[in-house]
């Protein structure tokens, strides 16, 4: 009898492993990380709405909304590949994935896919439900998915690489809150970096982030703080420096060989 796709080959069951990890957990993993941001809106939304108007014409919720969005999918697509390599490190289990005949760009497609499905997935929970608040303009769809998958595959490779780097939990939490947490909540998510003194403007445009963030943003209201064009350059080519990083480590078998 042939042996079934799903089985015979290695990255889709791979990848299928991956959805069911955090899909059987989903309480955890999508339900607490919409209300996270959901709280966010709430607060932000009832100190500042009526306050400020942004790009003269915006209410302040319509502008948060898309950035709790996109943080949301960020955060997540970085948490699901790190934290299952580190648990599959310190289990010890992740030594059967590296017995299964897959390709270094097999393994890191299928947990950054997942992580990508993750982040989408948390991204429209917390879009859905804060519909109920505001319901922003979507002035181009295109510029909504290009960035929120591309977003999602960057931070899924940042995790990988950071839990092939971390031994413990406790070294994949730093990374997270000295590097991802920061560069994400600096990004232009609850402000326009117009409102900025010029340092940190100038500061603002040295975090890839932030043009994730503002590219994403465009798709919703078509105007940004910078040209969108500009965000895809720097965003594909972060993607590119980040996948390569990640199929370096991967190849070597940096931490997970020896």
Same mark, same amino acid.
């Given at each position: ?8 080959s ?11 990890r ?13 209300l ?33 969005v996109?943080m949301?999918?960020l955060? /997540? ?7 299952s ?7 010890? /289990? ?33 879009l859905?439900?804060?519909l ?24 899924g490779?940042?995790?990988?690489i ?5 031994d413990k ?7 997270q /809150?000295?590097?991802?947490?920061p ?19 100038f500061?603002?445009?040295? /975090?890839?982030?932030f043009?994730?963030?503002d590219g994403?943003?465009y ?6 703080d910078?040209s969108?064009w500009?965000?895809?350059a720097?965003v594909?080519?972060?993607f ?17 060989r020896?």
């Open positions: 009898m042939p042996i079934p796709f799903e089985y015979g290695g990255f889709p069951t791979l990848l299928r492993k991956e959805i069911k955090f899909y059987k957990v989903a309480f955890q993993t999508v339900a607490a990380p919409v996270t941001a959901v709280l966010y809106l709430m607060i932000f939304g009832h100190v500042l709405e009526g306050r400020l108007v942004v790009y003269d014409k915006l209410t302040y919720t319509a502008f948060l909304i898309p950035g709790l996109m949301s999918v955060q /997540n697509a970085f948490a699901n590949t790190s934290s390599l580190i648990q599959s490190k310190i289990t010890g /289990n992740l030594v059967f994935v590296l017995l299964a005949p897959l390709t270094h760009l097999e393994f890191y497609s299928a947990y950054v896919l997942a992580a990508v499905f993750r982040g989408v997935v948390v991204g429209l929970g917390v859905i439900i804060t109920l608040f505001d319901v922003p303009a979507m002035h181009n769809p295109f510029w909504i998915i290009l960035f929120a998958f591309m977003g999602a595959a960057i931070l490779g940042l995790g990988l950071a839990g092939i780097w971390a939990f406790d070294q994949l939490a730093a990374f /809150n000295f590097l991802i947490m560069a994400t909540m600096l990004s232009g998510v609850f402000y326009s970096i117009h409102s900025l003194p010029e340092i940190w403007q500061i603002s445009h040295l /975090n890839p982030f043009y994730m963030i994403f943003r798709g919703f209201f078509g105007v940004s910078v969108p500009l965000s895809l720097i594909s080519t972060f590119l420096v980040v996948s390569g990083l990640a199929l370096r480590l991967l190849q070597s078998g940096y931490k997970l020896h």
